[in-house]
């Protein structure tokens, strides 16, 4: 993901994301978008209505994780948000180990962070004999750990928290695997479809099957048929509903290729409803990882 895929040199205004300064999220629109100012959101939905009201050119969303798997509540807000997907981001997450300047690993009793980067650093936290306390986001515990200056207190969070709050890093790349990677979706506003052969792309819809027997079993067969590569493919109920179920999907290609077309016109005949929520180039990130498969 670079800016030159999204065109945001020519972009107003920050990119919004969910958390406070120094989280994850802030760390993957730097990386992306390094001249765009961040807009840090207190949710998901507040990341969304930034960009909406205008306040915001983009926002970066995470959706999936390598180890943690979907992050709960995008793929409802997607298909509602009025946005659309215009590229994607995979950030690495390297664990730190922060604490306050002069403090010694050996002196920590304490390590505070979100409780999915808790459970990344399990591990290490019990090698270093340090009680893990659960906070509500990585960067707002290494906040809290500046704040209270007391060398017993450390933080797991990104580099960029120890930068922004003034704190040391007393270890890097501390969480146990080391493939531990986050996807993001960078919404907009209007969509940014690339043309057809403009190289590999990604496209993102959601759909509806019709509520008779093998409906999903038929819509996906042109996929198949077609030579369709399906990346993702996640359900979820609507509105509490049991025989109310919506699919969000990722494919390779582009709608305007024969291939995903003729695939999309088989998926539409068995659902009540098919959506595109955004084509975009596909990442360096996935090319590198298909290639190695």
């Known amino acids: 993901m670079t800016e030159a895929h999204t065109g945001a040199a020519a972009l107003q205004g920050p990119i919004a994301f969910q958390g406070v300064a120094g989280a994850y999220s802030d760390l993957a629109c730097r990386t992306a978008f390094p001249r765009l100012p961040t807009l840090p959101c207190e949710s998901f939905e507040a990341a969304i ?24 509540d995008i793929h409802h807000l997607l298909p509602g948000s009025g946005l659309f997907v215009i590229g994607e981001h995979f950030q690495r997450v390297e664990h730190c180990l922060l604490a306050p ?32 306390v659960v906070e509500a986001d990585t960067a ?11 060398p017993e ?45 403009a190289g590999p792309v990604v ?24 030579g369709v590569n399906m990346t993702k493919l996640e359900s979820y109920m609507l509105e509490g509903a049991f025989t109310a179920t919506q699919f969000l999907c990722d494919v390779d290609g582009h709608p305007d290729q024969p291939p995903l077309r003729r695939a999309l016109e088989e998926l539409s005949f068995f659902s009540s409803e098919v959506r595109v929520l955004g084509v975009y180039p596909a990442a360096a990130f996935r090319l590198a990882q298909a290639a190695g498969d």
């Not at 002069?102 to 270093?128: D, E, I, M, P």
């Not at 928290?161 to 695997?177: F, H, K, Q, S, T």
Request: hydrophobic fraction near 45%.
């Open 49 to 72: 209505e930034a960009v909406r009201e205008g306040r915001a050119g983009l926002a970066m969303l995470p959706c999936e994780n390598s180890l943690a798997g979907r992050v709960p």
């Open 203 to 226: 496209t993102t819809f959601v759909f509806r099957v019709r509520n008779v027997p093998a409906a999903l079993y038929k819509a996906l067969g042109g996929f198949a048929t077609n």
């Open 153 to 197: 207190e450390a933080a797991i969070a990104s580099s960029l928290a120890a930068e922004i709050y003034g704190l040391d890093i007393l270890r890097a790349n501390v969480e146990d695997a080391a493939h531990n990677t986050t996807r993001f979706y960078v919404m907009a506003p209007r969509p940014r479809m690339p043309e057809p052969g």
């Open 101 to 132: 300047r002069g403090a010694s690993a050996g002196g920590l009793k304490r390590a505070h962070s979100h409780t999915v980067a808790l459970g990344q650093v399990r591990h290490f936290l019990r090698a270093a004999g340090l009680t893990p």
């Open 140 to 150: 707002g515990a290494a906040k809290l750990v500046a704040e209270w200056n007391n």
